[in-house]
């Protein structure tokens, strides 16, 4: 239902439903990216911390994962 | 030209491409203007194609397959290719009239996203009045055949006079049927809605009392199914942000490929909305004198041009303004603030009187025959 694409024209990443488009800055764009389906909240975490070079971004992300969920732009297995 | 070339030009991002005036429904609130007979020609699929390519290439990204009714068009299923192809996230916004499960199947295979499927009534018997065709049943089948075969599905009910008592039974269907999304939209009163008001406008007591039912609905159903409200901007005392602002935002471009800044621009005087046949999309959103017109603030009158408020409403509706008070470059006279707002509250007296009349006048239905009779 929710579609994530790169926008070339805007140089953003974008989430994409009926009637409506949100705009997603690097690091949410990041963090939605690695929400495939298949690892797990600690792994997603894991894998940001060594993306970004940096630790102690559990809370930011579970946060910003709860928009998401909220939003419906992913869903909890 | 009232607009100004220092203006900081923002690429399109929506774009309505209405393919077709030809529609089998007949609902008196059509969006469509009251001369659609008069244009009768369409764009061709290499014509669409391109306006489609062309467009993207600028930034647009949602596109709305409108009409009429699009399906009428047999090239439907090879634009929604076209336009997959390109990146667009592409809703079909059809009356269901003629979309059958073969159909709905080819358009997914071809990239379509979602699918907007409009509702009259509650009831069959009031739907097919209002559609002036017998379509009740087919729609709801369709409804469901969305759901099955995996788009979101995006119901829209018009609501107005005729059916907003049924506003409790209108979410039950949309709860019944799946929806995953629900507009409400309040009737705007453009075209056929606009020579159809006195029948058409709700009492405030009827609007407030269904927007009650709404909100408490809208709560029971939060996470499950969302909502869009379209507010009726007749019982609010500051205008609508119309299209986010003139040229900034919305493209429309009509089925004989006239590109107007919003569905209803066509309707103001002296705007010589430029075709696709003529100029690229580029230049059309950039240089020509209809999308240059209301951009910026320089072509306001007062009260706008000193409000604090002009940089939130953009002095709300250019098309409304033009219709209620004559003057396409008033204030929108729904804004308390405009010299013109007085008409907004005969209107809702007209209505009101119309409604306790003994023989309220008939509906007039958008169909070809009375397109001829008012143009």
Same mark, same amino acid.
């Given at each position: ?8 024209a805007?140089? *953003? ?15 949410? /764009? ?24 940096? /630790? ?22 | ?10 690429p399109p991002r929506w774009l309505l491409a ?29 014509d669409w194609k391109r306006v489609l390519t062309q467009a993207r290439k600028m930034g647009a990204v949602q596109l709305g ?15 929604? *290719?076209h336009a997959?192809?390109l990146g667009y996230?592409s ?93 409400? /939209? ?45 507010? &009726? ?5 500051? &205008?609508?942000? +119309? ?6 935002t919305f493209l429309t471009i ?5 590109a ?16 696709v046949?003529?100029?690229s999309i580029e230049q059309i959103w ?16 007062? &009260? ?12 709300? +509706? ?36 119309? /409604? ?20």
């Amino acid at each position: 239902m929710h579609r994530l694409q790169w926008e070339e024209a805007q140089h *953003k990443n974008v989430i994409l439903y009926p009637e409506g488009m949100v705009e997603l800055n690097h690091s949410s /764009a990041e963090i939605l990216k690695l929400c495939d389906g298949t690892r797990t909240l600690g792994q997603i975490v894991s894998d940001l911390e060594q993306i970004f070079a940096t /630790a102690g971004l559990a809370d930011d992300i579970t946060a910003f994962l709860e928009v998401a969920l909220k939003n419906g732009w992913i869903q909890q297995n | 030209m009232a607009g100004s070339n220092k203006i900081n030009i923002t690429p399109p991002r929506w774009l309505l491409a209405e393919l077709t005036y030809a529609c089998p429904l007949q609902c008196p609130y059509c969006a469509n203007p009251i001369d659609y007979a008069k244009h009768q020609s369409e764009l061709d699929t290499e014509d669409w194609k391109r306006v489609l390519t062309q467009a993207r290439k600028m930034g647009a990204v949602q596109l709305g397959f409108s009409g009429g009714e699009p399906l009428t068009r047999k090239d439907l299923p090879e634009l929604v *290719k076209h336009a997959r192809g390109l990146g667009y996230y592409s809703n079909l916004i059809t009356s269901g009239y003629g979309l059958t499960e073969e159909k709905i199947v080819q358009l997914k295979d071809a990239g379509l996203d979602h699918i907007q499927v409009s509702i009259q009534a509650s009831t069959q018997e009031l739907n097919d009045h209002l559609a002036g065709t017998e379509s009740f049943q087919h729609k709801k089948e369709v409804a469901h055949l969305v759901k099955k075969h995996g788009y979101p599905m995006v119901l829209c009910v018009v609501i107005h006079r005729e059916n907003i008592h049924q506003m409790p039974q209108i979410l039950e269907m949309a709860e019944e049927l799946g929806a995953d999304y629900l507009e409400l /939209a309040n009737t705007q009163y453009y075209g056929w809605a606009h020579i159809n008001r006195d029948l058409l406008l709700p009492t405030k007591e009827q609007f407030e009392q269904a927007e009650q039912i709404a909100q408490a609905f809208k709560e029971k159903v939060a996470g499950k199914m969302k909502i869009y409200y379209v507010v &009726p901007d007749f019982y609010e005392d500051r &205008p609508k942000a +119309c299209m986010n602002g003139w040229g900034t935002t919305f493209l429309t471009i009509a089925p004989d490929g006239a590109a107007l800044p919003c569905h209803s621009a066509r309707e103001l005087p002296g705007l010589d909305c430029p075709n696709v046949k003529d100029y690229s999309i580029e230049q059309i959103w950039n240089e020509s004198k209809a999308f240059n017109f209301f951009r910026g603030f320089e072509w306001m009158k007062e &009260p706008c041009r000193s409000c604090d408020e002009k940089e939130k409403d953009f002095g709300g +509706c250019r098309c409304q303004a033009y219709l209620l008070s004559g003057d396409m470059y008033a204030a929108d006279p729904v804004c308390s603030k405009s010299p013109n707002h007085h008409v907004i509250q005969e209107a809702i007296d007209s209505a009101k009187a119309s /409604a306790l009349a003994e023989n309220e006048k008939p509906l007039i239905f958008r169909n070809s025959k009375n397109s001829r009779l008012l143009s």
